[in-house]
């Protein structure tokens, strides 16, 4: 009955969408409450600046062909602004329908005066992995992000672009484009690195320590989070691998050096997923191992002890019956003789089961 109620509550969030025209903005998510806010950066290699609004059409007047301009969108339920700001910049319907839709899978695009880039972010919030839907459009001086709510992995970014350290600030919008990926792809390395802590921690746990129902839930929740990140990094796998091969005026053929290298990290992940993925199935061996072996175990104490009372049980079983004569009844220490032959049988089955080495 759980799993039948968290169906239904998860199915109006992917029905939203069903029966609409195509390029329709309709916004697929949770975070409906998230006020759309809107922060610039705009930078070249001498000059920096950085702007702050609740209105996406602020966006507006920052065009200037000698410098690069990255717009941060957060918040993806108003649509009437999101829509706005493409037809601004002239996107496709067709992108601005999955710049809303938080459920699209990773995926890269090409079109005539931009890149349009659907990625997923992860990262670690209050001992949750949180995964977050992110949308990229890359223009010839311009960077466009789009956010499904607050907070993000690209502070790092933000703070070389105002430092000037590094090349950011003398490179163009695709180097921009590789930076914010690339710190999308470390964050990947910080996540599956405590996974990697959590998995060896559980080992250990069960090699130390008796089996339990919570073991079996953390290796579940592994078992959920580890599919989430692959859903999350072999999608932008290949995003990435067609990235290094497309040919446009929008990529410089110094920045593709970089990609090769991006695209070297995210098979990096995804071995590392794999391997991590057959750990946590072999985790689940384990524990339904030592839970078997437990219960040989008992199972093996339990069979000793009947094994032992058989016997007994037989001899008590004949001198229980109600026979009329039965000859040792009248012998004067026939119940201390009985007690003795118990006793031998009991010792000599021990003595037996010992040599055989089940005790």
Do not use: C
């Amino acid at each position: 009955m759980a799993k039948r109620k968290r169906h239904l509550l998860r199915r109006p969030k992917h029905s939203k969408s069903l029966n609409q025209i195509p390029g329709t903005l309709t916004y697929v998510g949770n975070k409906e409450s998230v006020e759309t806010s809107l922060d610039v950066i705009d930078y070249n290699q001498e000059q920096y600046e950085r702007f702050q609004s609740k209105s996406p059409q602020d966006a507006f007047k920052f065009v200037d062909e000698d410098r690069i301009t990255w717009f941060n969108i957060d918040g993806l339920n108003n649509v009437e602004e999101i829509e706005k700001l493409g037809e601004y910049y002239e996107l496709h319907p067709l992108v601005m329908e999955d710049i809303v839709n938080t459920g699209q899978r990773p995926k890269i695009e090409e079109y005539q005066d931009y890149l349009f880039i659907v990625a997923q972010m992860l990262y670690y919030k209050d001992g949750e992995i949180e995964n977050e839907h992110i949308s990229m459009i890359v223009g010839k001086n311009y960077v466009l992000t789009f956010q499904e709510a607050n907070g993000d992995v690209f502070d790092p970014v933000r703070e070389r672009i105002e430092t000037g350290k590094g090349r950011i600030r003398s490179r163009s919008a695709d180097y921009l484009m590789f930076a914010l990926l690339d710190a999308i792809i470390d964050n990947y390395f910080l996540v599956i690195d405590d996974m990697s802590d959590r998995i060896e921690a559980l080992e250990e746990t069960l090699f130390t320590t008796q089996p339990s129902d919570d073991i079996t839930l953390e290796i579940q929740e592994l078992k959920r989070n580890i599919l989430r990140i692959r859903r999350a990094v072999f999608p932008l796998r290949e995003v990435i691998g067609r990235l290094e091969k497309i040919e446009s005026d929008l990529i410089e053929e110094k920045t593709n050096n970089y990609i090769r290298d991006l695209y070297d990290h995210i098979v990096q992940i995804s071995e590392n997923i794999e391997i991590y993925r057959e750990m946590i199935w072999g985790l689940m061996d384990m524990y339904m191992t030592t839970i078997s072996n437990k219960m040989n175990e008992v199972m093996k104490v339990l069979t000793i002890m009947a094994s032992i009372f058989i016997p007994l049980t037989f001899i008590a079983g004949i001198y229980g019956m109600n026979f009329e004569y039965i000859p040792e009844l009248q012998w004067k220490y026939s119940y201390f003789v009985l007690w003795g032959v118990m006793i031998i049988i009991f010792i000599g089955m021990l003595y037996y089961f010992k040599r055989k080495k089940w005790l």
